[in-house]
C-alpha cells in the first residue's frame, strides 16, 4: 500500500511536469525521458519531505491568509527543486500574448520569479486534475 501510493504520486508528477514543460516556455527539465525520471523523483522527495516542513514553519501566516498562502510554498518546493537539480531550469521567457473570447492577454517579458509562480501553478492544477479524475 504504502509503495502503491507513492508510485501512483510519482506517475503523476511525472506527466504534470512532461505537460507543464510543454505549456510554459521557461520550464524544461532536459531533453532524454532519464531526465525526466530523475526530475520526477527529486520533485517528489521535494513534495513528501520539504512541503511538510515549510508548511509547517508558515502555518501561521496561513491560518491568517485564510489558506490562500499555501500557493507560496508550491513555488518555494519547485524553487528547492530547481536548486537541487541542473537538469530542471526555470528561466525567463517572452509570452506574446493571447486573445480569447473578448479578453486580451498583452505580450509581455516573464521574468524568473514569474516563471517559476506559472510554473508551479501549471504543476499543481495538472496533477489536482489528474487525482480528482483517478478518485472519480
Do not use: H
Request: contains cysteine; charged residues 10%.
Amino acid at each position: 500500500m504504502f509503495i502503491k501510493k507513492y508510485l501512483r504520486l510519482y506517475l503523476i508528477n511525472l506527466l504534470a511536469i512532461k505537460l507543464t514543460g510543454q505549456l510554459v516556455a521557461g520550464f524544461s527539465y532536459g531533453s532524454s525521458f532519464n531526465s525526466l525520471a530523475w526530475v520526477t523523483l527529486i520533485f517528489l522527495f521535494a513534495e513528501v519531505v520539504l512541503k511538510p516542513l515549510a508548511n509547517l514553519l508558515l502555518l501561521p501566516i496561513n491560518l491568517i491568509t485564510l489558506g490562500l498562502f499555501r500557493w507560496l510554498i508550491n513555488v518555494l518546493v519547485l524553487y528547492a527543486v530547481t536548486k537541487i537539480t541542473p537538469l530542471l531550469q526555470i528561466t525567463p521567457f517572452y509570452f506574446s500574448g493571447f486573445e480569447s473570447g473578448g479578453f486580451i492577454f498583452p505580450a509581455t517579458d516573464i521574468s524568473y520569479l514569474g516563471a517559476l509562480i506559472i510554473s508551479s501553478f501549471c504543476l499543481s492544477l495538472i496533477s489536482s486534475f489528474v487525482i480528482w479524475l483517478i478518485k472519480k
